[in-house]
């Protein structure tokens, strides 16, 4: 370097790296130059080097960088700590992506329209006082302004920003961030903010910054919303040399840690649950699924019961599977449970260790999970396959949560919730299981009123509700144990194959409710069976004041499902079945099954 602090082509040569083609292609040529420190204030021989891809001068005293204009291929400047004045002051490199102007005497924003590829814009300790000329650029994702002299925070809107650092600023209001939906980092340290309002509906924001702010609010008043939340932290105030009467920003501290444990909701949760499952499995190579069968525009059919731990969901779908195993078949979840006294791997679960289970999410294997007291569940694709190969719909049992998950994918199961409809028995029943503390128990109770809750402000969720047969589901198991049929079981797999179609359900509802559970629980059934509307448990009268089903309609009940069909349906079938003849192939015939099948859940 010459002493007036040119730039030579000798310190050039010496600084010039990362030999690879050009833009063009045509050429080999050194993309990357690299001379920091150098007390450098001439640098118009860069004008030669039309080639470089990656500029770095910081800690220079370079006043005028009009040589970028030559390198049209440019994509990373960085310029920090000189003595710029000019804000881009070049022509615009096409593909400028990166630029650092930190540390330097800029003070006016000018418009970038012409540089719609930037991404990353560090703009630290100038002198700005107000942000502009930002509207174009759809791909800014990180802006960094701190320690200007910026009042207002304007100028954002619609950026796609992630990251945004005002720090050191004279901002005094949160305000006009709203549109700014893919934040995830905000630093506001350092300001004269008074209140915390503008920061609502920033879902995706994950780190605050507002330490040495003037912060006042101690009530709940503020609410800010942070999903996602992984690395969340609010850095405590330290300073506080301001003569108002501040309270330390640890109040705000324990507002948002306070946020990031509540619960988002369920949809969100099933949102990014079955995004996850799907970019994993995007990610493998793509086959066409026996599911998939009969045809693209068909759905597989599917039978989800639901309803909070131990209503007897899960002995339902295997006694149904045993039963109409001619329509369904268990799908076994994977879970990292261990199995419980008497539990088989395979039958009831898949149990598998944790890293096993997050291998398989990895693979994309699942289509849903969910953690649920502390262990992971999940239902891998490979369970409903197993069954679609066999030619039946499966059959699974699960949390509200996984039911969310599910209604995001491309399956369209019925969904059946079995909920307890007197509390004490379902305490009761939990205890009288033995696998669950008083911890778990709460848990399962208090979510009763999540299912509840659903099927009243979502009416039409649930394709249809059983209560929770208490006295029914205990004396079932009894019998169940011992292998026999109990006309109870007949009937309540009849109705289960018939819920499954609307059209019977009024006709045979009576029959079935009263012959399986008490009066009470018909009546508040039978309710529900109209207006889809979960009744409260205080309108549920104890189980000891009602009267137990008679043993006429009981008999009433173990005639053949078909008798419950109406002519279309027993024509449909008789057609269907006449169709299956031995010359075709089982492809074929699968789908006739198939199509049987759909006339009976409802979806033709
Ligand atoms: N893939 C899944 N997604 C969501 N929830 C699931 C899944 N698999 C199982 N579950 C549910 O997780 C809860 C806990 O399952 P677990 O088998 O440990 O409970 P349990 O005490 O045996 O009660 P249950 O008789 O209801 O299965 C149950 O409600 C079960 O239905």
């Known amino acids: 370097m010459k002493n007036d602090g040119e730039l030579t082509e000798d310190d050039v040569f010496d600084c010039l790296s990362i030999l690879g083609q050009s833009a063009s292609g045509l050429q080999h040529t050194y993309l990357c130059l690299s001379v920091p420190g150098r007390d450098l204030k001439n640098v118009s021989i860069l004008c030669n080097y039309i080639y470089l891809q990656k500029l770095e001068l910081p800690y220079n005293k370079i006043k005028d960088l009009s040589c970028v204009s030559h390198m049209p291929h440019l994509i990373i400047l960085d310029a920090s700590h000189n003595q710029l004045t000019d804000f881009f002051g070049f022509q615009p490199p096409k593909n400028l992506k990166e630029v650092n102007f930190s540390h330097n005497q800029m003070s006016v924003m000018n418009d970038l329209s012409a540089y719609s590829s930037l991404t990353k814009l560090i703009l630290d300790y100038n002198s700005f006082s107000a942000i502009r000329g930002l509207e174009k650029c759809k791909r800014l994702s990180h802006l960094s302004l701190a320690h200007n002299n910026i009042s207002r925070i304007r100028g954002l809107d619609h950026l796609p920003l992630r990251k945004l650092c005002l720090r050191g600023n004279l901002i005094q209001k949160i305000e006009n961030l709203q549109t700014l939906r893919n934040l ?271 099927n009243r402000e979502l009416p039409g969720f649930f394709d249809n509700i059983i209560p929770f047969f208490t006295k029914m589901l205990l004396a079932k198991q009894h019998t169940w144990t011992k292998g026999h049929k109990t006309p109870n079981l007949i009937s309540w797999g009849l109705y289960m194959k018939s819920v499954l179609s609307a059209r019977y359900f009024d006709r045979i509802i009576k029959n079935i409710v009263v012959n399986s559970c008490t009066q009470c629980e018909a009546m508040a059934f039978h309710g529900c069976s109209h207006s889809r509307h979960l009744f409260t448990m205080a309108e549920c009268p104890n189980d000891n004041s009602v009267v137990d089903a008679t043993g006429e309609l009981l008999a009433a009940n173990t005639t053949e499902a078909t008798d419950l069909m109406d002519s279309y349906s027993r024509n449909y079938q008789n057609k269907i079945q006449a169709q299956m003849t031995p010359q075709q192939t089982p492809a074929v015939s699968q789908s006739y099954r198939f199509c049987y099948f759909y006339t009976l859940i409802g979806l033709i």
């Open 184 to 454: 995830q980092v905000l630093d506001l340290s350092c300001n004269q903010i008074q209140s915390l309002s503008g920061l609502q509906n920033l879902h995706l924001l994950g780190n605050i910054n507002l330490e040495s702010n003037l912060v006042k609010e101690r009530s709940n008043s503020c609410h800010i919303t942070v999903y996602y939340a992984n690395d969340s932290k609010v850095i405590p105030q330290s300073i506080t040399h301001q003569k108002e009467p501040i309270y330390p920003i640890p109040v705000f501290h324990f507002q948002v840690s306070a946020v990031n444990k509540y619960d988002p909701p369920l949809e969100v949760i099933a949102a990014r649950d079955h995004m996850t499952h799907l970019v994993y499995q995007l990610m493998q190579p793509q086959v066409i699924f026996d599911s998939t069968l009969p045809s693209l525009d068909a759905p597989y059919p599917m039978l989800v019961l639901t309803g909070p731990q131990a209503c007897g969901k899960r002995e339902l779908a295997h006694k149904l599977c045993q039963e109409f195993s001619d329509y369904f078949a268990y799908g076994a979840c994977h879970t990292t449970r261990g199995p419980y006294y008497g539990e088989e791997d395979g039958s009831d679960y898949h149990f598998v260790t944790e890293e096993e289970f997050q291998n398989m999410i990895q693979m994309g294997q699942f289509v849903q999970t969910m953690q649920y007291g502390g262990h992971w569940y999940g239902l891998s694709r490979e369970a409903i396959e197993g069954v679609a190969r066999e030619g039946l719909a499966c059959c699974v049992h699960m949390e509200l949560e996984g039911v969310y998950s599910l209604k995001n994918s491309y399956f369209e199961p019925r969904y059946v919730l079995l909920i307890p409809t007197v509390v004490d028995n379902y305490v009761c029943f939990l205890k009288a299981r033995g696998f669950y503390s008083s911890a778990q128990m709460e848990t399962a109770v208090s979510r009763i009123d999540l299912y509840s809750k659903t």
